[in-house]
């Protein structure tokens, strides 16, 4: 048995020894609002893209890396259930502050210049920028509860803000010889929660270039609403296979964003509250990982926070499916997720805001790593969005939201097994990155009108993650 599979084996007989607390059905009623509440103040006060090779978490449970990470971010079935246990397995004997930082020093280049800079205060081109500076904070906080809560100043919007937010109860219990690790969580991003490398939160590439064109369209689980809103769900993964949750997000009003540095500008605001749901099933055979579900989010919205016309409602459903192999040395990783949004868009026409009353989009993301000795990956994506022609809604000079390209990664982790003697926890992702578009915003070539093609936006981009 291989050294991943005995530790997910502990992992697994850890959560079996714990019993079902008296206080479960109270914890499932708690009020949606209050938790929503507690989310946004818990982010705002320990503010001091992610839940990555945290050093705060190898300090805690005294495991390298590698445990719970093929190659940060992605995770191997220990980190999942570390992950869906609460973030509260021990192990370590750190007595230090629950502390970790993040900082992302990346260079830029484009095929094409960008005219008029790639950003306000940067260059046409070849920009170096601290993309990122994050601050983390959580681990465990009682026995069945952790929590992971992160802020950011983001380098290109020189704006500091809540970032990502994962706080969790969890527990596991015995049914008829069955066991069911369930668990509540309250979170700030739709698919956050989530521990397969399939959705949007989490999905190949893992960083992204901030000075680069990026398509115009993405349905909107895809990121849109990260910070503006808060959510409560309860799962429950059973018999280390089943995985099943059900929530629902509400927005965060505009003072409580803007206290929280979020940019409001532009929004179009859930009204309401909108339902998520995501199912899958994995099975764990040797050294093979092998999952398959669905996922969704499903919302009534004021398009760009107008009310006068009525609501927009959309719907996204998504399918996944990875496969590890985790091998020693060599491992691979294949991720693929399929979307697709039905967009009811007459509040948006009443306005002015789009030309059709109904609208479909559907995106793509596929990629394969491999990774040896959990210290170099090599990665191959390709990402895809199509769907209707909506000039007003998507604002392209063809009115296509259609775009496509690959995206080429190779990686250097040279401390997933530990770092240097003067600092363990030390980590680094070092990548080289390279996207490739054959088609940006519906066209090929003069995808602007104004003669500029889609292989201008060729971008070579270069990181260093470091964590520590």
Request: glycine share 12%.
């Given at each position: 048995m291989s050294e991943?599979?005995?530790?997910?084996?502990?992992?697994?007989?850890?959560?079996?020894?714990?019993?079902?607390?008296?206080?479960?059905?109270a914890a499932l009623s708690l009020s949606l609002e209050l938790c929503l509440y507690l989310v946004a103040v818990i982010g705002g006060m320990a503010t001091p893209h992610m839940a990555v090779a945290l050093p705060l978490y190898a300090r805690q449970t005294g495991q390298p890396c590698a445990t719970c990470h093929t190659a940060f971010l992605e995770l191997t079935p220990f980190g999942r259930r570390f992950k869906l246990g609460g973030y509260t397995l021990g192990g370590g004997n750190w007595n230090g502050p629950p502390f970790a930082v993040m900082l992302q020093p990346t260079f830029?280049?484009?095929?094409?210049?960008?005219?008029?800079?790639?950003?306000?205060?940067?260059?046409?081109?070849?920009?170096?920028?601290?993309?990122?500076?994050?601050?983390?904070?959580?681990?465990?906080?009682?026995?069945?509860?952790?929590?992971?809560?992160?802020?950011?100043?983001?380098?290109?919007?020189?704006?500091?803000?809540?970032?990502n937010t994962d706080i969790r109860y969890a527990r596991s219990i015995d049914i008829g010889g069955h066991t069911l690790l369930?668990?509540?969580?309250?979170?700030?991003?739709?698919?956050?929660?989530?521990?397969?490398?399939?959705?949007?939160?989490?999905?190949?590439?893992?960083?992204?270039?901030?000075?680069a064109p990026m398509p115009?369209?993405?349905?909107?689980?895809?990121?849109?609403?990260?910070?503006?809103?808060?959510?409560?769900?309860?799962?429950?993964?059973?018999?280390?296979?089943?995985?099943?949750?059900?929530?629902?997000?509400?927005?965060?009003?505009?003072?409580?964003?803007?206290?929280?540095?979020?940019?409001?500008?532009?929004?179009?605001?859930?009204?309401?509250?909108?339902?998520?749901?995501?199912?899958?099933?994995?099975?764990?055979?040797?050294?093979?990982?092998?999952?398959?579900?669905t996922f969704g989010l499903a919302s009534r919205v004021l398009p760009m926070g107008l009310s006068q016309s009525g609501t927009d409602s959309f719907a996204d459903i998504g399918v996944d499916t990875q496969y590890q192999y985790l091998g020693d040395p060599h491992m691979v990783t294949f991720r693929g997720a399929w979307i697709h949004e039905n967009h009811n868009t007459g509040a948006s026409q009443a306005l002015g805001l789009a030309d059709n009353s109904n609208d479909?989009?559907?995106s793509l993301n596929a990629s394969v790593s491999y990774i040896y000795n959990q210290t170099w990956s090599l990665s191959t994506g390709r990402v895809a969005v199509g769907g209707t022609t909506d000039a007003a809604l998507y604002g392209t000079a063809t009115g296509s939201p259609n775009s496509a390209g690959w995206i080429f990664e190779l990686a250097y982790l040279?401390?997933?097994?530990?770092?240097?003697?003067?600092?363990?926890?030390?980590?680094?992702?070092?990548?080289?990155?390279?996207?490739h578009w054959t088609k940006f915003d519906?066209?090929?070539?003069?995808?602007?009108?104004?003669?500029?093609?889609?292989?201008?936006?060729?971008?070579?981009?270069?990181?260093?993650?470091?964590?520590?």
């Amino acid at each position: 048995m291989s050294e991943q599979r005995r530790s997910t084996a502990r992992l697994a007989a850890h959560w079996r020894a714990r019993l079902l607390p008296a206080g479960l059905l109270a914890a499932l009623s708690l009020s949606l609002e209050l938790c929503l509440y507690l989310v946004a103040v818990i982010g705002g006060m320990a503010t001091p893209h992610m839940a990555v090779a945290l050093p705060l978490y190898a300090r805690q449970t005294g495991q390298p890396c590698a445990t719970c990470h093929t190659a940060f971010l992605e995770l191997t079935p220990f980190g999942r259930r570390f992950k869906l246990g609460g973030y509260t397995l021990g192990g370590g004997n750190w007595n230090g502050p629950p502390f970790a930082v993040m900082l992302q020093p990346t260079f830029t280049n484009t095929q094409g210049a960008q005219p008029g800079g790639a950003a306000p205060g940067f260059g046409v081109n070849n920009n170096f920028v601290m993309q990122q500076i994050s601050l983390f904070t959580g681990g465990r906080i009682t026995e069945n509860s952790g929590a992971f809560i992160q802020g950011t100043y983001d380098g290109v919007a020189h704006r500091f803000g809540w970032d990502n937010t994962d706080i969790r109860y969890a527990r596991s219990i015995d049914i008829g010889g069955h066991t069911l690790l369930w668990g509540i969580t309250a979170n700030n991003n739709p698919t956050v929660q989530d521990v397969w490398n399939t959705t949007p939160a989490w999905s190949f590439p893992f960083i992204s270039p901030q000075l680069a064109p990026m398509p115009a369209a993405t349905p909107f689980i895809n990121q849109v609403y990260a910070q503006q809103v808060a959510g409560l769900s309860a799962y429950g993964f059973l018999d280390d296979i089943f995985y099943f949750e059900f929530g629902g997000y509400r927005p965060l009003s505009t003072n409580t964003q803007l206290a929280l540095g979020v940019d409001t500008a532009g929004q179009s605001p859930i009204s309401g509250t909108a339902p998520y749901w995501r199912v899958a099933a994995e099975k764990n055979i040797g050294d093979h990982s092998w999952e398959a579900g669905t996922f969704g989010l499903a919302s009534r919205v004021l398009p760009m926070g107008l009310s006068q016309s009525g609501t927009d409602s959309f719907a996204d459903i998504g399918v996944d499916t990875q496969y590890q192999y985790l091998g020693d040395p060599h491992m691979v990783t294949f991720r693929g997720a399929w979307i697709h949004e039905n967009h009811n868009t007459g509040a948006s026409q009443a306005l002015g805001l789009a030309d059709n009353s109904n609208d479909q989009l559907r995106s793509l993301n596929a990629s394969v790593s491999y990774i040896y000795n959990q210290t170099w990956s090599l990665s191959t994506g390709r990402v895809a969005v199509g769907g209707t022609t909506d000039a007003a809604l998507y604002g392209t000079a063809t009115g296509s939201p259609n775009s496509a390209g690959w995206i080429f990664e190779l990686a250097y982790l040279p401390f997933s097994h530990g770092g240097p003697s003067f600092w363990p926890w030390l980590n680094f992702r070092i990548g080289l990155q390279y996207t490739h578009w054959t088609k940006f915003d519906g066209a090929t070539t003069n995808i602007d009108g104004m003669g500029r093609d889609a292989n201008a936006n060729n971008t070579f981009f270069v990181y260093v993650w470091t964590m520590f």
